[in-house]
């Protein structure tokens, strides 16, 4: 089953997420529009919140924070990150994720 949010690519995989900030907890929400949705509590001044971002992701799946990358978005809330873990497959991103 492939899901639009997450891709595999030849290194680990690419998601599409979309972030709400200044949230009381940082939390997934689940799917909106072929985005993985998730509230951080963080502010969205001076890049924290994007700081706060690859923290939560490097945590959920397990990894160092160097292995994920902001390539797209930095300055709205819909980005498109890239994982490099080449032992990371589209399934088990979503199982650690959602």
């Known amino acids: 089953m492939s ?3 997450c891709t595999e690519l030849p290194n ?3 998601l599409s997420v979309q972030i ?3 949230a009381k907890k940082s939390e997934v929400l689940g ?3 072929d985005a993985l949705k998730i509230k951080l509590q963080a502010q969205p001044i001076e890049g924290k ?3 706060a971002l690859i923290r939560f992701i490097a945590d ?3 990894l160092p924070r160097r292995a994920i ?3 797209h978005g930095h300055l709205n809330k819909h980005k498109l990150l890239e994982v490099d873990c080449t032992g990371l497959t589209e399934e088990s991103a979503r199982q650690a994720l959602l």
């Open 69 to 71: 990358t902001i390539t």
């Open 49 to 51: 919140a994007n700081e």
């Open 12 to 14: 680990g995989v690419r």
């Open 20 to 22: 709400t900030p200044n």
């Open 31 to 33: 799917i909106h529009a």
């Open 3 to 5: 899901a639009r949010w």
């Open 60 to 62: 959920k799946l397990g």
